[in-house]
C-alpha cells in the first residue's frame, strides 16, 4: 500500500484570556506547536466571534497581525488564515498582506480564501455583503489579481467586473517560490471545488463530512481538474475540524480513524482545539497525534 506522510496542523479559533494575556498565549500556543512537530497554524478571518464561539461579545484578533506575531514565534510552521473572506479587503491589498507575512516568516505564508458567509459581522461593521453569486464572482477575480500581483512579469492593469486595478505592483516580492500558496475553503461543487482546480493549490473539507462524503467531494474536484487540464495529484487535500473527536478516541483511535482520511489522498488534518488555552492542550495531546498519523 502507498504510505504517503500526513501532517498535523492547529487551527485557533478562540482568544478567551484577558487581553492582557492573549500576547503570552498565542507565543506559547506557537511554541507548543512547533516543539510537537504541527507542520500548520491558522486563525480564522473574522472581525466578531462566531455564535457557537461566544458571539460578537467575546474575543476576536484580525488575523494578519496575529499571524504576523505566530511567525515571529515560530520558524518551520506554516501560516494562514482559515479562511479569508473575499469581502473584507480590498484583493491587491489582501496580496500585500499575504507577501508581507510571506516574507517575514521567510516563506511560510498560504493565502486561504473564500467567498464569505458571516452577515452579522458584516452589518455591524459596515462591511458591504452582496448577495452570493457576486461573492463568488468578486473570489474569483480575487485569485486572478492576487496570481496577477505574484507574477514578477506582469504589473497591471486588471480589469474586471468588480475590481480594476491600474497596476498591480508587489514590492518586496513573495520568498515562496513561485509564490504564496492558495488554499480555497469550502466544498461548493459547481463553483468553489472548481476554483481549486483552476486557480489553487489547496483545497479545504470539513472533517465532519465523514470520509465517504469527502470522497465523493474530491471525485468532483478530480472531474473539474479533468476538465481544466490539471494535473489532480498536484492539489493538496485538507480537512478541518474539531479537537473533540481526539478527546473522544485517543490519539490510536484519532490515528486508526485519520486512516481512512489518508487513502483518499489527505495530506493535512487541521484540528481545532476544544474549550481552554490552547497553549496547554497542544502541548498536552499535539505531539502523540502528529507522530500517530505521520506515516499512515
Not at 502523540?288 to 505521520?294: G, H, M, P, S
Amino acid at each position: 500500500m502507498r504510505r504517503s506522510t500526513v501532517r498535523l496542523g492547529v487551527h485557533i479559533t478562540k482568544f478567551d484570556e484577558p487581553a492582557g494575556e492573549i500576547r503570552d498565549e498565542l507565543a506559547a500556543a506557537a511554541q507548543a506547536a512547533e516543539a510537537a512537530g504541527v507542520g500548520w497554524i491558522s486563525v480564522m478571518d473574522h472581525f466578531f466571534q462566531m455564535e457557537h464561539n461566544g458571539g460578537a461579545e467575546a474575543g476576536m484578533l484580525e488575523a494578519y497581525s496575529t499571524l504576523s506575531f505566530l511567525a515571529a514565534h515560530t520558524s518551520t510552521v506554516r501560516l494562514s488564515a482559515l479562511v479569508t473572506g473575499v469581502t473584507y479587503r480590498y484583493p491587491g491589498l489582501l496580496a500585500k498582506s499575504v507577501t508581507n507575512l510571506d516574507v517575514l516568516s521567510g516563506g511560510r505564508a498560504t493565502l486561504g480564501i473564500g467567498a464569505a458567509w458571516y452577515e452579522r459581522e458584516h452589518v455591524g461593521l459596515g462591511v458591504p455583503y452582496p448577495p452570493v453569486a457576486e461573492r463568488f464572482e468578486r473570489l474569483e477575480e480575487a485569485l486572478q489579481i492576487c496570481l496577477q500581483m505574484w507574477d514578477p512579469n506582469n504589473n497591471g492593469p486588471y480589469d474586471g467586473k468588480h475590481y480594476k486595478l491600474a497596476e498591480t505592483l508587489c514590492v518586496p516580492a513573495p520568498v515562496s517560490s513561485p509564490r504564496p500558496q492558495i488554499m480555497i475553503g469550502g466544498g461548493g461543487e459547481r463553483k468553489t471545488l472548481r476554483m481549486v482546480a483552476q486557480y489553487g493549490d489547496a483545497c479545504n473539507l470539513f472533517l465532519t463530512l465523514g470520509p465517504d462524503e469527502i470522497r465523493r467531494k474530491l471525485d468532483v474536484l478530480r472531474e473539474h481538474c479533468d476538465a481544466v487540464g490539471r494535473d489532480y495529484s498536484t492539489i493538496q487535500k485538507t480537512i478541518a475540524g474539531a479537537g473533540a473527536m481526539l478527546a473522544e478516541t485517543g490519539p490510536d483511535g484519532f490515528a486508526e480513524q485519520m486512516g481512512q482520511y489518508a487513502k483518499l489522498g489527505v495530506d493535512l488534518v487541521i484540528l481545532m482545539p476544544p474549550a481552554g488555552r490552547a497553549s496547554q492542550w497542544i502541548a498536552q495531546n499535539a505531539g502523540a497525534v502528529a507522530e500517530r498519523i505521520a506515516e499512515l
